[in-house]
Nanobody, 117 residues
């Protein structure tokens, strides 16, 4: 059974930083594209940052230069370092694992990030 557990969300002031973590179990971590998505109230879920085809990274234009995705395969963990946070970054952030073998995708339960102005 696939399980993705996010942590690290919270309330931060405009310009602050947070680091999100996602620990995966039940998957072969190295065979999955891991990523972060977010969903603000009344909005569709959108890509924030993702590893594609192993080590290639893709970022949303709105977070380039501020957010960094990284992974530790030994710990089955993917991180999202978020710097220079803005109120418009406020959303529930979800971890995603997508198997490069089967195409099957899994989601975590989400962690709330709130940036106050």
């Amino acid at each position: 059974q696939v399980q993705l557990v996010e942590s690290g969300g919270g309330l931060v002031q405009d310009g602050g930083s947070l680091r999100l973590s996602c620990v995966a179990s039940g998957i072969i971590f190295g065979l999955n594209d891991m990523g972060w998505y977010r969903q603000a109230p009344g909005q569709q879920r959108e890509l924030v940052a993702v590893f594609r085809s192993g080590s290639n990274t893709v970022y949303a234009d709105s977070v380039k230069g501020r957010f960094t995705i990284s992974r530790d395969n030994a710990k089955n963990t993917v991180y999202l370092q978020m710097n220079s946070l803005r109120p418009e970054d406020t959303a529930v952030y979800y971890c995603n694992a997508n198997s490069r073998i089967t195409g099957f995708g899994s989601w975590g339960q989400g962690t709330q990030v709130t940036v106050s102005s």
